[in-house]
């Protein structure tokens, strides 16, 4: 019984499968080279993003309820000034930045573990850095968030600090 039901499903894959992968065959073969040069333009106008932008630094958060009013209330205001916010509306990306190209920067993250999360762009580069764990230790440990501040401003090689509030 069990050979017959392997026989039929074979005979069905050749029967259905067959002519519809033979059907839209030609159809993958005109879309793949426009997929193709539609995704390298994409990739050249992102080098050009990351060049045009060299230097700035980028707080992104995201808006998970425990989490977001701290950081627009406690951390935000005390980032200083050349740090420019990215927030995460859920999967919808805000911020006063082409919408493509940071969600690429977003999606191309090589040290991701939860968010908050520094990126900066040097030398056309994406660097980027996850500042989850020593953020819940400000949030739910209630250490000083002064630490915090300066590892963010390390990272972005910022010798400054704002009086913390």
Do not use: W
């Amino acid at each position: 019984m069990k050979l017959g039901n392997n026989i039929l499903a074979f005979i069905v894959f050749v029967i259905i499968g067959i002519p519809i992968f033979i059907l839209f065959l030609p159809i993958m073969i005109v879309l793949y080279p426009i997929h193709f040069f539609q995704r390298k333009r994409f990739e050249k106008k992102y080098s050009e993003f990351l060049t045009s932008n060299n230097g700035k630094n980028f707080f992104c958060y995201n808006n998970r309820k425990n989490s977001k009013e701290y950081i627009e209330e406690q951390i935000i205001p005390n980032l200083t000034d050349g740090i420019e916010i990215v927030y995460l509306n859920g999967k919808k990306v805000e911020s006063e930045y082409n919408v493509e190209f940071i969600s690429e920067a977003l999606y191309k993250f090589k040290n991701y573990s939860g968010f908050p999360h520094l990126m900066k762009i040097q030398n056309g580069k994406l660097i980027d850095k996850s500042i989850n764990n020593p953020f819940y230790n400000v949030l739910n440990l209630k250490k000083d968030k002064t630490e915090l501040l300066t590892k963010i401003n390390r990272f972005f090689e910022l010798n400054e600090i704002k009086n913390v509030a």
